[in-house]
């Protein structure tokens, strides 16, 4: 998956240090970042960007290279350099860049959110110490946020149920998913994910694996569930277009080496319930 980059690894521990020449810096605009595809760093160095140290912020290090972000957004790309979509670098190589870009991604959207303290609204400082937003007016402190969520794989006998989004921009077949509300277990939130989304009851919610995904602040939790009760399904065409249960030999999906939700899907393809 994006975030399993071993050999190398990501440091995640906050830093208060200034830029290098050489540390590469993410640039967001919107949905998109500053990215050069014919680059072997892909993103640029703080040295091509003529920044301040105090226009970016410290993220983290993977294998003593750092990482910073640019805090205000700029008005347009800086050559060789141009903007191009975040949903686009999903199977970016190398892959512990394409994984860097994404958690950065995740803290970029914290930082911008959180200018303000949401309880007097005076302006946020960040700790020199911590990875930390304060208020000095009201002693007001933020941490990041990390949302839940729980990602299922619903099967019967040798079945699995694929469902399609109803409006987003990736296409291909995934799982009933959605956000743990509060006050919910992981697996309460399965249960009613499934309930909502296909109108399905299910038993034994088993847990497979997490994954980190920076482009929408959250932490994935794969689970596998086995179909109890009636198999007709009753879809919520608000949340998808499509709900169907497709054997295990019919399965079309390859291992993308990029998404929790491909390799649920492939697994079950491959493996079947034995190893559920």
Same mark, same amino acid.
């Given at each position: 998956m994006l975030h399993e980059i071993s050999p190398r690894e990501l440091d995640i521990t906050y830093r208060n240090k200034p830029a290098s020449e050489d540390s590469l810096v993410f640039s967001f605009k919107d949905d998109t970042v500053l990215y050069n595809s014919d680059s072997e760093n892909r993103f640029p160095h703080y040295s091509e960007l003529g920044l301040s140290q105090?226009?970016?912020v410290y993220l983290f290090e993977i294998d003593g290279i750092d990482f910073?972000?640019?805090?205000? #957004? *700029?008005?347009?790309? $800086?050559?060789?350099y141009s903007y191009a979509s975040l949903f686009n670098l999903r199977a970016m190589q190398p892959k512990h860049l394409a994984f860097a870009c994404f958690t950065a991604r995740h803290?970029?959207?914290?930082?911008?959110?959180?200018?303000?303290?949401?309880?007097?609204?005076?302006?946020?400082?960040?700790?020199?110490? #911590? *990875?930390?937003?304060? $208020?000095?007016?009201?002693?007001?402190?933020?941490?990041?946020?990390?949302?839940?969520?729980?990602?299922?794989g619903v099967y019967r006998d040798n079945e699995l149920l694929l469902t399609r989004y109803a409006d987003r921009p990736y296409k291909n077949y995934a799982l009933?998913?959605?956000?743990?509300?509060?006050?919910?277990?992981? #697996?309460?939130?399965?249960r009613r994910e499934v309930r909502e989304e296909v109108g399905l009851e299910i038993k034994d919610p088993s847990y497979f694996k997490s994954q980190p995904w920076g482009l929408s602040g959250s932490l994935l939790m794969g689970y596998f569930a086995e179909l109890d009760g009636s198999?007709?399904?009753?879809?919520?065409?608000?949340?998808l277009s499509e709900a169907v249960w497709i054997p295990r030999d019919e399965i079309e999906a390859t291992l993308d080496d990029v998404s929790l939700t491909n390799e649920m899907i492939v697994f079950f393809k491959q493996q079947g319930l034995s190893n559920v």
């Open positions: 105090q226009d970016v910073f972000l640019e805090l205000p #957004e *700029r008005a347009n790309a $800086c050559e060789p803290l970029k959207k914290w930082y911008s959110s959180n200018k303000y303290c949401g309880v007097c609204g005076a302006t946020m400082e960040q700790s020199e110490t #911590e *990875r930390m937003l304060s $208020c000095r007016q009201c002693d007001n402190n933020l941490y990041p946020t990390i949302s839940p969520v729980i990602i299922v009933v998913a959605g956000y743990v509300e509060i006050g919910e277990t992981l #697996e309460d939130a399965v198999q007709d399904i009753v879809l919520d065409t608000f949340e």
